[in-house]
């Protein structure tokens, strides 16, 4: 059987929905106008029809969906064009022929052609995407604490934190945010349609979306975005949840203020945290840190789509040559090759050479390596990539060392 293979026009972005309401389980909807099909642009999508299979509306049945936004996400202080895949699915009856296997070969040609280096993705089971290069990009913390529990080892200043409405201080908070993530990794430029679906977007179940801002409008140096519900917790005074959906900070000052704003919640049996990174502060400030209850889980996935590309627009906090060989990649063989990268804090240089390579990595290796969420020791220790020698190994780890670990709090 052939598959016509192409973008959804936007007639067929109902089916698009439709998919992703059963691939998902409803988790984004049921109808065919769900999340799915409303966050997304038909020129962002590549899917497989059947042609022999003809809907009573005329339209050919829609065999897999797949569709990738076009995100800018930082690389220790730089920004590098992602492409951000989402919607993956396949009717249960066309599953196992390799269609997702052919949709992603050809994407990844069109995203190198778009300029977007680096692929990213939440992946539903880790199964799918390791075949295909992608490596852990970061983890998810979730920290779970009484509001009785929060005690501070400094007490600090105390400046002044005040709480809005959703997006009552959307100017301040994405202030604040394009300030927080300028020198981490992982985190999106946040458009402001991203801000309204995600982090504002309007109250769930768990209540109405507030937001908790230190200092002035004009000068505010922490936020805090959360929602509050009552008969959350099994307690007989203090049954009301806090969820706290999206927190950045300038300086300590800001981070300590928020956690005391959190902790002044009497009526507050249970604070839920679980988009935090794994290297968030809290567990150094805490009197009692094991009262976070910390629970670490999966974070978003990486694939470096370019290689070269990618290599050249990160951020390098050292200054070095090393040849980096990459002996295989059956779904890019654009990145196959022997590249010396000259990086410095001031930028970096990926050229094709024939000298001598100090280091041989796999493509998954080396995504993983990309974001800083292994390191060139770690991965060495493991033999897990080839290395010259001693020197080499060490001027590797120093070369992918990223400021903060890497982390995505967005949900895509
Ligand atoms: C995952 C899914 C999209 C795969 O679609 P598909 O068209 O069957 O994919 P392919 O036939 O191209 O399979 C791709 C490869 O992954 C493997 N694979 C597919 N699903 C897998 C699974 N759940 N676990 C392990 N391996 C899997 C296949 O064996 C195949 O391997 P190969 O390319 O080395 O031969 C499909 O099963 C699906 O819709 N699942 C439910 C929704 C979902 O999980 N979506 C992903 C959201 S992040």
């Known amino acids: 059987m052939t598959f016509d293979i192409r973008p959804a026009t936007a007639q067929e972005m109902g089916q698009l929905g439709l998919m992703g309401a059963y691939s998902y389980g409803g988790a984004f909807g049921d109808g065919p106008n769900n999340k799915v099909a409303t966050g997304t642009r038909p020129e962002w999508t590549l899917c497989a029809f ?26 220790n202080g730089r920004g590098v064009a992602m492409a951000g895949i989402s919607t993956v699915g396949t009717r249960p009856e066309y599953r196992r022929r390799g269609l997702v296997r052919q949709i992603i070969t050809r994407a990844f040609a069109q995203q190198r052609e778009r300029g977007q280096s680096v692929a990213g993705l939440w992946a ?12 852990p990009a970061g983890g998810l913390r979730e920290y779970n604490v009484d509001t009785s529990d929060i005690n501070l080892l400094d007490q600090g200043e105390e400046p ?8 009552e201080a959307l100017d301040a908070v994405r202030q604040i945010y394009k300030e ?15 801000w309204l ?101 999966e974070g978003t996935w990486w694939r470096l789509v370019d290689a070269p ?12 040559s090393l040849v980096l060989r990459i002996a295989e990649d059956d779904l890019a063989p654009w990145n196959v090759g ?10 970096a240089e990926v050229i094709t050479t024939h000298g001598a390579a100090d280091v041989t990595v796999s493509i998954r290796a080396l995504s993983s390596l990309y974001s800083g969420h292994s390191s060139a020791r770690h991965l060495a220790n493991a033999r897990l990539i080839d290395v010259t020698d001693e020197t080499a190994l060490a001027r590797f780890d120093q070369m992918l060392r990223t ?10």
């Open 50 to 75: 059947d042609p022999e299979r003809i809907q009573a509306d005329g339209q050919a049945t829609m065999a897999t969906s797949f569709s990738a936004f076009p995100f800018t996400t930082r690389v």
């Open 124 to 135: 539903s089971q880790a199964a799918i995407y390791q075949r295909y290069g992608f490596a």
């Open 160 to 167: 002044i934190v005040q709480r809005f409405d959703g997006v």
């Open 180 to 194: 927080f993530i300028a020198q981490r990794t992982g985190y999106l430029h946040r458009s402001k349609s991203l």
């Open 197 to 297: 679906n995600n982090v504002l977007a309007p109250p769930t179940e768990d209540g109405p979306v507030y937001v908790a801002v230190v200092g002035s409008q004009t000068a505010p140096t922490g936020y805090l975005v959360y929602t509050l519900r009552a008969h959350r917790v099994a307690h007989k005074s203090r049954g009301q949840e806090i969820r706290v959906r999206d927190f950045a900070w300038l300086d300590k000052t800001a981070y300590t203020a928020l956690w005391r704003y959190l902790a002044r919640h009497d009526l507050v049996g249970r604070v839920v945290w679980n988009t935090a990174p794994v290297d968030d502060p809290a567990p150094d400030i805490f009197v009692e840190p094991r009262m976070l209850h910390t629970h670490d889980l």
């Open 309 to 320: 590309a990618a290599l050249a627009q990160r951020g390098y906090d050292v200054e070095g």
């Open 338 to 347: 022997s590249w010396r990268v000259e990086y410095g804090p001031e930028g």
């Open 403 to 412: 400021r903060f670990a890497p982390h995505c709090p967005d949900h895509y």
